[in-house]
């Protein structure tokens, strides 16, 4: 197997990126990173201290007070904020509602994007986000862009925040969907699109175990085997 292979995964949200990207790191044994957990642990600390997002002097003096670091148990990525696990309080829906407008911020946006490049040095990883193939590794060995049906998406959303007891509706869900995709693509600062070289990898219909099977076949040049 090659050293250093970057696999890069991009993709609107809810379309199962961090499922996909944790299957494809346990398959190669590859470290992940979910790019995703540390923009919603800052907009998580920002909401804790009472930190208004649209004062991006505050913000970006903030980031400075913010220590982020990833550790695994049972093969799955768990994220610190300042020592204190936060895996479960960044997925609540205040959190999703503003993580976008966060995400948009460049001070945010730039710090965050150094500690992704720091954490991909010499390692052989599966990073998913919005900005990993254009902006974060663009020289990545396999770019995955990935889509599905924006009511099947929100379908899944809903279904998943339904199993941790959030009290909203599909509509709700299906509506905060759509404002983060257009928050996601329209922003300045490292905007949702797909990389030239990034292979479309649309689930609507895929199953975990065919989505995880069709990236295993893109990545087989690079890795030549994996068990």
Do not use: W
């Amino acid at each position: 197997m090659l050293n250093n292979i970057i696999i890069a995964i991009d993709g609107y949200s809810s379309c199962g990126k961090s499922t996909l990207a944790k299957a494809l790191a346990k398959k190669l044994h590859f470290i992940y990173i979910d790019t995703g957990a540390m923009y919603r642990a800052v907009t998580l600390y920002l909401q804790k201290n009472n930190i208004d997002i649209k004062d991006e002097e505050r913000v970006e003096n903030a980031l400075d007070d913010i220590h982020l670091n990833f550790h695994s148990r049972d093969y799955q990525s768990h994220i610190t904020l300042n020592g204190i696990e936060v895996s479960d309080e960044i997925r609540q829906m205040g959190v999703s509602e503003k993580v976008s407008e966060v995400s948009a911020i460049k001070a945010v946006r730039r710090e965050m994007v150094k500690q992704q490049q720091r954490m991909g040095e010499s390692k052989n990883v599966v990073m998913d986000g919005r900005d990993i193939g254009t902006t974060v590794f663009p020289e990545a060995q396999v770019k995955i862009f990935m889509t599905a049906d924006p009511k099947v998406r929100a379908e899944r959303r809903f279904k998943e925040l339904q199993g941790k007891d959030e009290k909203v509706t599909l509509e709700e869900v299906f509506e905060n969907l759509a404002h983060r995709d257009y928050q996601d693509t329209t922003r300045k600062e490292s905007p949702l699109i797909r990389a030239t070289d990034a292979i479309i990898l649309d689930n609507t219909n895929l199953n975990e175990v065919q989505q995880l099977e069709f990236v295993l076949e893109k990545v087989k040049p690079f890795t030549f085997e994996y068990q």
